[in-house]
């Protein structure tokens, strides 16, 4: 395997016969698009409201004790 110095460039990648295609240069590799997520519902955003307001209601009594 050729050697490189620390701050020099990555050699290059060149494919061999019988053998899968190089990755491509960096740390990305291609891969299909993922799919979008739904928005939340109004249900949802109540239970994190809720959640939230007991969450706060039972810090300010943690306080006060």
Known sequence: ?????PD???PPAYPIPGARPPQPDGDRV???PHA???P??????AYGIA???VVLVLFVVGILR
């Open 51 to 53: 959640i939230a307001v």
């Open 30 to 32: 291609p891969c299909p």
């Open 40 to 45: 939340l519902t109004r249900r949802q955003y």
């Open 36 to 38: 979008t997520r739904a």
């Open 1 to 5: 395997m050729d050697e490189r110095l």
């Open 8 to 10: 020099g460039p990555l």
